[in-house]
């Protein structure tokens, strides 16, 4: 059964406003707070203009470094949504705590601030570390500078679980998310003059057109990697603007458009194959603009995550959530930064992704008890090996 603690502290931090556009200090300061009360110090990491912070604090300091449990702070909005209750109310109904935030990720957080004590004076032979990130929806920007903190610092856990929603079942892979955004200049001129113009907008369809033959022989070429509900990676044009008017060739437009890699894939070759068919692109325009071309903006780059079964934090995470199989998931999450840094990783928390932004988003109170079960046979683990 969940404890009443981790429920008030679930509700609590559901209750606090931390979508993506504003700030999460309100939430790092109870966390910071909450944990100084235990005698537990933290290490906080902003970023540029101090509107946001990482919190990093280790509990049962006197321990060698172990196990971190991560989780993001930020959550996406709301807006135009149909939502019965308050995004920020943490109601809870029918054995379901709502608010946005509650299954991605804030329950997961709260269970392990919860259980703050109990970690630190627990009697496994290892530390656990509590990480916190800001700005993880937009592209998983904050945990770089914490994870590039621990490093300036020494600071070498032998493992890490991020408590996305996976229904307690451990995720051992994931894709990556590449995002972009492509600038086209072109030369304006009158609709009856096109020969004297550039169309930036019919230029950026071509570019478009590359990306759409990418994604077609992605389904068509790629091995598949089983266990995934798309097997093959994916790319995709989310958004395009351009154009004034309709009697105006345009000079300007602009698109956004994604990969999703498999891990077994190169996310970096297949940017580099659109940014090839711009350039071949440019001279023709320039024949006509000296300045005509293409422009490219990095929206975000979230690694892909590839773990194993056979991963000691993995038989941990198996151990601890008395699941029997592991799982693969479709969402990006911060794990393939922190493997990337040379931290074993799994995945591994509380709700379902499918309730994760959606109106009335949900977690179960049933599976925030199997997480408290989770993080409190954590104290106690003899070993991570």
């Given at each position: 059964m969940l404890s009443p603690e981790s429920l008030q502290l679930a509700q609590t931090l559901v209750q606090l406003d931390t979508r993506s556009h504003v700030s999460n200090l309100p939430l790092i300061h109870f966390v910071r707070?909450?944990?100084?009360?235990l005698g537990i110090a933290s290490r906080l990491t902003y970023n540029a203009d101090r509107t946001k912070a990482n919190l990093f604090a280790t509990l049962g300091e006197h321990r060698p470094a172990g196990v971190v449990l991560s989780g993001h702070t930020d959550t996406v909005p709301w807006d135009g949504q149909d939502w019965t209750v308050d995004p920020l109310s943490a109601t809870v109904r029918d054995g379901r705590l709502y608010g946005r935030g509650s299954a991605d990720m804030k329950g997961f957080i709260a269970v392990a601030l919860a259980n703050a004590r109990r970690l630190a004076e627990g009697s496994a032979p290892f530390a656990v570390h509590l990480a916190l990130s800001y700005d993880e929806e937009v592209g998983c920007f904050g945990v770089r500078e914490l994870i590039a903190d621990l490093r300036e610092a020494g600071i070498r856990p032998l493992a890490c679980i991020v408590g996305e929603p996976t229904s307690m079942v451990p995720a051992i892979a994931h894709k990556g998310v590449y995002r972009y955004k492509c600038c086209v200049r072109g030369k304006e001129a009158?609709?009856?003059l096109t020969p004297l113009s550039v169309n930036a907008i019919e230029m950026a369809a071509r570019l478009v057109g590359k990306v759409r033959d990418m994604a077609e022989g992605f389904e068509?070429?790629?091995?598949?990697?089983?266990?995934?509900?798309?097997?093959?990676?994916?790319?995709?044009v989310g958004q395009f603007h351009g154009g004034i008017a309709d009697n105006v060739v345009p000079r300007d437009a602009e698109f956004r458009y994604e990969f999703r890699d498999l891990p077994t894939a190169d996310a970096a070759a297949m940017q580099a194959q659109v940014l090839a068919h711009a350039r071949a692109l440019e001279p023709a325009m320039q024949k006509v603009a000296p300045d005509a071309g293409f422009r490219f903006e990095t929206i975000c780059e979230i690694p892909s995550f590839l773990g194993s079964a056979d991963d000691a934090v993995t038989r941990l995470a198996l151990q601890l959530s008395g699941e029997r199989r592991t799982t693969l998931v479709a969402f990006g999450t911060e794990a393939g930064l922190f493997k990337?840094?040379?931290?074993?990783?799994?995945?591994?928390?509380?709700?379902?992704?499918?309730q994760a932004h959606q109106p009335d988003e949900y977690v179960s109170l049933e599976q925030l008890a199997r997480a408290e079960a989770f993080v409190r046979g954590l104290a106690s683990t003899p070993s991570i090996a």
């Open positions: 707070d909450h944990l100084a009360a009158h609709s009856s068509r070429e790629e091995p598949r990697y089983a266990g995934f509900d798309v097997p093959f990676s994916t790319a995709s990337g840094a040379g931290i074993p990783t799994v995945v591994c928390g509380p709700g379902s992704i499918t």
